[in-house]
């Protein structure tokens, strides 16, 4: 088995900050994913890579940058964070494309006074 | 883009009942269809999927339906357990397509 690891669980930004999230996976697997869970809105995707080097853009890509420095790791970057935002930052990765199982890494929670 | 619509919002079942949870997608082209769970302050995690191949597919206490033609996946869980509890989401994706879609989610309890 493998595990996908979310740093930090908690994190606490002020407006206008620059916030990074990291995600590291042991599976081997080649895609890892971003996904941002809002109550009530379920997981819509903001980044994608299916290979180390490799970003692509998901429906809410605006405000974040993405980086995929190896094969193992996928960062998430908040660009200017956003007054009252709270939401739960989801990491995934799946063996290729995505008619494989994602396995979840268990979240960074985001809360911006 | 795909959309991925989760009919049940929350649904509340005794204990022993049955529960099924309804979604429909538009992409005629997907042909993976996921399901995954999320315990109270956890993460999801996997527990059934089908592929547009089949029509039914069953793991214990779990079926999950497809008709293609509808464009209609459902999840039954019978014989249902306080531990059930938790959140469900669908999601759709396409052959060589690296974006699967989610549904909002079902929130469901089993009452003792």
């Known amino acids: 088995g493998g595990i996908i690891t979310q740093t930090p669980k908690f994190l606490i930004g002020q407006e206008g900050q620059k916030l990074t999230l990291k995600c590291q996976q042991n599976?081997?697997?080649?895609?890892m994913y971003w996904y941002r869970q809002d109550s009530g809105k379920g997981l819509r995707l903001i980044y994608y890579?299916?290979?180390?080097?490799?970003?692509q853009k998901g429906d809410l890509s605006e405000g974040y940058d993405a980086s995929r420095e190896k094969k193992s790791s996928f960062s998430l970057t908040v660009t200017s964070a956003q007054k009252n935002e709270m939401a739960v930052f989801l990491c995934?990765?799946?063996?290729?494309?995505?008619?494989?199982?994602?396995?979840f890494g268990a979240g960074t929670r985001l809360s911006v006074l | 883009g795909e959309k991925v619509e989760q009919h049940e919002s929350t649904l509340s079942v005794r204990e022993g009942d049955s529960a099924v949870i309804n979604c429909t997608y538009t992409?005629?082209?997907?042909?993976?269809f996921p399901w995954y769970k999320q315990e109270a302050g956890k993460s999801l995690h996997f527990v059934i999927d089908?592929?547009?191949?089949?029509d039914r597919k069953q793991s214990q206490r779990l079926i999950v339906l497809l008709d293609k033609k509808a464009k209609r996946f459902s999840l039954h869980i019978t014989a249902t357990q306080p531990e059930d509890s938790a959140i469900y989401f669908c999601?759709?994706?396409?052959?060589?397509?690296?974006?699967?879609?989610f549904g909002k989610g079902t929130s469901l309890v089993v009452h003792p």
């Open positions: 995934a990765s799946s063996e290729g494309a995505s008619q494989n199982t994602l396995y």
């Open positions: 599976f081997n697997h080649d895609t």
């Open positions: 890579s299916i290979t180390e080097n490799d970003l």
């Open positions: 992409d005629t082209a997907s042909s993976y």
């Open positions: 089908i592929r547009s191949n089949v």
């Open positions: 999601a759709a994706s396409s052959g060589g397509n690296y974006k699967p879609t």
